[in-house]
């Protein structure tokens, strides 16, 4: 695939941020890790990815801004770019050595997500997408599954931390879904959840509590691959709702309703 300028820089910065990563995934027992929060840990290699990419990105557009979900935001000159970054999504995986995580960079222009670039250093996996230009695993293009309905497909969802998110509406949406997928599955990286769906292997997914780095580059591999994702509500600003609903036409619309649906009284 013929890459622009922009995304190379992007890959660049994350395959840079994941030869680091697994540098200290390989001594992952040794890793100084701090306590942020309930079931939300951030490790030395989370803030020194986030420096890598940051470095490389700015070195090459130095107007653009940076959000990351380590640090603050910063605000650039230019107005209408932004970085998006998580420069280790799937930490607790990562720090169980659980080799499900990824570095994820996305470009926003004028609130548009036009590339985004998603590497799992464990598994040598590089998403990437720009916008109107296609999907890709590596160099192999991608295409969402084209299966029509729940009871045949495999669906992803994101189960809510300790300390974090509704447990008990989240165990509501998974009570309707189990009843109507084929399986469910969580990764344990909403990166990743959203590059399987791009390639086929998830049928759909849906996540509610998320941040903007979480889906960013996500939400345009799915679309770039044929898919369609929503937030719960049928709109399109998930990076501020923090809700992701995706998949084919079909599966989309179909595990929409399912997942909204309330639990029936007697």
């Given at each position: 695939?013929?890459r622009s300028?922009?995304?190379n820089?992007?890959?660049q910065?994350a395959l840079k941020a994941g030869k680091?990563?697994s540098?200290?995934?390989?001594e992952?027992q040794?890793?100084?890790?701090s306590?942020?929060?309930?079931g939300d840990?951030?490790s030395?290699a989370d803030?020194?990815?986030?420096?890598?990419?940051r470095d490389?990105?700015?070195?090459?557009?130095?107007?653009?801004?940076?959000?990351?979900?380590?640090?603050?935001?910063?605000?650039g000159?230019?107005?209408a770019?932004?970085w998006?970054v998580d420069?280790?999504?799937?930490?607790?995986?990562?720090?169980h050595g659980?080799?499900?995580f990824?570095?994820?960079?996305?470009?926003?222009?004028?609130?548009?997500?036009?590339?985004g670039?998603?590497?799992?250093?464990?598994?040598d996996?590089?998403y990437?997408?720009?916008?109107?230009?296609g999907a890709?695993?590596?160099d192999?293009?991608?295409r969402?599954?084209?299966?029509?309905?729940?009871?045949d497909?495999v669906?992803?969802c994101?189960?809510p931390?300790?300390?974090?998110g509704?447990?008990?509406?989240f165990l509501?949406?998974?009570?309707?879904?189990?009843?109507?997928?084929?399986?469910?599955?969580?990764l344990g990286s909403a990166?990743?959840?959203?590059?399987?769906?791009?390639?086929g292997r998830?049928?759909?997914?849906?996540?509610t509590?998320?941040?903007?780095?979480?889906?960013?580059?996500g939400?345009?591999?799915?679309?770039?691959?044929?898919g369609?994702v929503?937030?719960?509500d049928?709109?399109?600003?998930?990076?501020?709702?923090?809700?992701i609903i995706?998949g084919?036409?079909?599966?989309?619309?179909a595990?929409?309703?399912?997942?909204?649906r309330p639990?029936?009284t007697?």
């Open positions: 695939m013929a300028a922009l995304l820089v992007m890959v910065a680091s990563l540098r200290d995934f390989g992952v040794n890793l100084q890790v306590v942020k929060g309930p840990f951030v030395q803030l020194k990815a986030q420096k890598i990419i490389e990105l700015m070195k090459a557009r130095p107007t653009y801004g940076f959000l990351g979900e380590e640090g603050d935001e910063i605000k000159t230019d107005g770019h932004r998006i420069p280790l999504d799937g930490t607790t995986n990562f720090l659980i080799p499900l990824a570095v994820s960079v996305a470009l926003e222009r004028n609130g548009e997500i036009v590339a670039v998603t590497f799992n250093p464990a598994t996996e590089l990437t997408s720009e916008r109107g230009g890709f695993l590596n192999r293009r991608l969402v599954a084209s299966r029509r309905v729940l009871s497909s669906i992803g994101g189960i931390n300790l300390g974090r509704s447990h008990g509406k509501v949406e998974l009570r309707h879904a189990m009843g109507e997928a084929a399986g469910i599955r969580s990166a990743l959840d959203l590059a399987y769906v791009a390639a998830f049928d759909g997914f849906w996540e509590g998320l941040s903007p780095w979480d889906v960013a580059a939400i345009l591999f799915v679309r770039e691959a044929g369609f929503s937030d719960f049928g709109g399109t600003d998930m990076l501020n709702t923090g809700e995706c084919n036409e079909h599966i989309q619309k595990l929409a309703e399912v997942v909204k639990i029936p007697k």
